[in-house]
């Protein structure tokens, strides 16, 4: 016939001459936002007969242009595809099987067990100090869910007296946040993917931007067809390394020799800039006499304590303005003030997320730069061991190819030109992450790419929102707006509180108008200045009660409820043998996902299972699977890398059983204030007197998304604020998160 090569009549069959474009035939489009990886990249979703039959990229979107990677492009299967589950499943202690249990009854069996196990494992006091908690409930997960759903579990957990509350955060980006929030007073990416096409450098490391977060890495090509030269330094050749100009292969876990060979190339060369480095950092201020470094104690700064492992930054201090720390404990009013018990481990780095470490007074400084303890000189001096053959030495880079890499750099550093940084989890993951990317600030503020377009540090994340809980934080340590989770201190109260960690003047200088106003937000006309608006009704802290801490307490026995809420340790979270080894130590396990995870199966068919190590008749574990709903199947908002807020719209309803993490807590909150309502006890009030009054809509009663983010906005006696400015501390403003004001 015609079509000899088979490109047209002869490959069509009736059925594939009758298909049509899906989009073309949909009643209507709905925006979205992708659930994958936090660039943020928008979708249009086609909807026909009220179900979603196509899902493609939004051309006017501004950070992703109508493009897609391949992950976001097959979102459509979170719905439709097979694995994913919509019924209930709930399997007894020590049995075989999953048996189907009704949504309703589920529910309400979670939510007595949830005030059964509270009261059983309730403490008033630890070590002879007020705690008001339980350490016998524990919650992981929130990276992938909406902004509205982390600030729901974390408030209804606080008020329940649960401080064992994590998110994907803790093992992905908690590095991030301390390395930035130190170095530049916000825990977020000091710039975003698109202000990467007005760069002259980029240095890609610890990331594979062109697999990774393609639709991010077409910035990184349009810099690059401007004449931006690309580095990309990483242990393994990838697709990211063969579209730089320059690829470094150090050795894995080198990069602080690395980028200190940098550091000590600009200082060594003078190519540092001058007026910047006066102007926009602390270069000149001068250090505390008391401080030594490496070289003078063998390996380590002055304050270090062999006993704890721990140090005293006492010795680090400005000279007449002491600085609460960046990093480890902030909160330690009680040791500062009043003698009370510090407790550095608990590891407050992530507090400067937002406004950075609080400053008092006004440190000296030396605008020549030529005392030997300013921050310069000390910088000079430690930075002075990373020769281009340590580097080179320690790396495995030929010194040609690192010298190289120093005068790319310093050549698109100046007034006119700037460098990028680009890093991921490949930084993150290490236990020196902090340190990476500390070292990668410190060379940027030095060279003056920080504030500037094409410069800046650009932070890639793994999850549609793990920016967004960790600024509204599903995290043990920290409450909204980075305000660090009160310890137990013998003396404190509201004032101390605010007192351990407030400023003079910046951010952190309004402090009090943000702890008053997120606890108006959480227990509204129950907060008053004669009870120091509820503040006594947060759980207090003491030590370390991060992830790994909660496996340890349920391997003890001492934590016997657990939900797991879109994340799953039993594969992805660090010694999965002792992950699910624990969860079999669990009275009961609560787990809401898309599909069956591994999580929600170890007892059935986990590696131990198959080994024999583990019976299923063995295990006591009782577990609800709750099946989730699908990003275009609720509303609500995800938080991108950059720190955009993203509204995605709801497309179609759930299927089945399948319910939104906003269904689910809020209703679990009103079922638990039921079952407690008339009680008398006072460790009851905070969740008596909690605001729980959101108003629902639809066939499933859905609370409404928009309400809790109105909620997290924050408002006045006159509405809506439009500025964390406006926030008051005498309780007429009510903020779920300051930072998220306006």
């Known amino acids: 016939g015609s079509d000899s090569l088979a490109r047209g009549a002869a490959v069509k069959s009736r059925r594939t001459e009758a298909l049509g474009n899906r989009a073309a035939e949909a009643d209507e489009v709905i925006g979205s936002v992708c659930p994958y990886c936090a660039v943020g990249c928008a979708q249009k979703v086609y909807v026909k007969d009220g179900r979603v039959v196509q899902i493609e990229g939004d051309p006017d979107s501004p950070v992703s242009r109508g493009r897609l990677c391949p992950k976001g492009s097959a979102t459509l299967q979170l719905t439709t595809g097979d694995a994913r589950e919509h019924s209930v499943l709930y399997r007894r202690p020590h049995a075989t099987e999953w048996e189907r249990l009704d949504l309703a009854t589920a529910i309400e069996m979670v939510a007595e067990k949830v005030v059964q196990t509270r009261r059983d494992t309730w403490e008033w006091e630890a070590e002879g100090e007020r705690v008001r908690r339980t350490l016998g409930i524990a919650s992981l997960g929130g990276a992938t869910l909406d902004n509205e759903e982390n600030y729901l579990i974390k408030k209804l957990w606080t008020a329940l007296g649960v401080i064992q509350v994590e998110n994907q955060a803790r093992v992905c980006h908690s590095a991030t946040v301390v390395g930035l929030g130190t170095s530049f007073g916000r825990g977020g990416a000091t710039t975003f993917p698109g202000d990467l096409q007005n760069s002259d450098c980029i240095v890609i490391e610890g990331s594979n931007m062109a697999e990774a977060h393609p639709v991010a890495f077409q910035w990184v090509m349009e810099a690059k067809a401007r004449g931006a030269t690309v580095i990309h330094v990483d242990p393994h050749f990838s697709r990211t390394s063969a579209l730089a100009d320059i690829f470094v292969p150090l050795r894995t876990g080198t990069d602080i020799a690395y980028l200190g060979g940098i550091i000590r190339y600009v200082l060594e060369n003078e190519r540092w800039f001058r007026d910047y480095v006066l102007a926009y950092t602390n270069a000149s201020t001068i250090i505390d006499e008391e401080f030594r470094d490496t070289e003078d104690l063998d390996g380590v700064f002055s304050g270090f304590d062999p006993t704890s492992g721990q140090y005293d930054y ?17 909160d330690r009013y009680g040791e500062i003030q009043k003698a009370g018990k510090a407790l550095r481990e608990s590891a407050h780095g992530e507090s400067a997320g937002s406004g950075g470490p609080s400053v008092q007074g006004e440190p000296r400084r030396d605008e020549t730069l030529q005392d030997p303890r300013c921050v310069f000189q000390i910088l000079k001096r430690h930075y002075s061991r990373y020769a281009p053959e340590m580097v080179s ?83 043990y340590d920290l409450l909204p707006g980075y305000l660090p989770m009160p310890h137990a201190h013998e003396y404190e109260n509201l004032k101390e509180y605010i007192e351990a960690d407030s400023a003079e003047k910046g951010f952190w200088g309004n402090m009090s108008t943000y702890v008053v106003s997120l606890l108006k937000a959480y227990w509204g006309d129950a907060a008053t200045p004669e009870n120091e608006f509820c503040f006594d009704y947060i759980p207090r802290i003491t030590g370390s009660h991060g992830t790994y801490d909660t496996v340890m307490a349920q391997l003890a026995g001492k934590c016997r409820g657990y939900f797991l809420m879109g994340q799953n340790p039993a594969v992805g979270s660090a010694n999965n043998r002792m992950q699910r080894a624990a969860m079999a130590k669990l009275d009961w396990l609560v787990v809401r996902d898309f599909s069956l995870i591994e999580s929600a199966t170890w007892w059935q068919d986990g590696p131990e299972i198959e080994t024999g190590e583990m019976r299923s008749e063995d295990i006591a574990t009782e577990v609800f699977f709750f099946p989730a709903a699908a990003h275009i199947e609720k509303d609500g908002t995800f938080t991108n890398t950059q720190r955009l807020l993203q509204w995605h ?87 779920g998160c300051w930072i998220y004001c306006g």
């Open 314 to 330: 006492e010795s680090w201090q400005y000279e007449g303005s002491p600085v609460a720390a960046a990093s480890g404990n902030r």
């Open 649 to 735: 719209h709801k497309a179609q309803e759930p299927a089945g059983d399948a319910r939104s993490d906003l269904w689910f807590m809020f209703h679990l909150g009103r079922l638990i204030r039921e079952q407690l309502s008339g009680s008398e006890e006072e460790m009851d009030r905070p969740i008596l007197d909690l605001t729980w009054d959101y108003p629902t809509s639809g066939p499933t009663d859905e609370p409404s998304a928009d309400s809790v983010l109105r909620e997290i906005n924050g408002s006045g006696p006159d509405g809506a604020l439009s500025s964390y400015e406006q926030l008051r501390d005498d309780g007429s403003t009510a903020c």
């Open 393 to 475: 030495d320690t790396c495995g880079i030929p010194q040609d190819v690192f010298l190289q890499v120093c005068e790319t750099i310093c050549r698109n550093s100046d007034r006119d030109h700037t460098t990028s940084f680009v890093y991921a989890v490949g930084w993150t993951q290490h236990t020196v992450g902090s340190q990476y990317i500390r070292a990668a600030s410190i060379l940027q503020l030095l060279l003056g790419n920080i504030g500037r377009p094409g410069g800046g540090i650009m932070a890639m994340r793994g999850h549609a929102s793990i920016q967004g809980s960790s600024d509204i934080p599903t995290l």
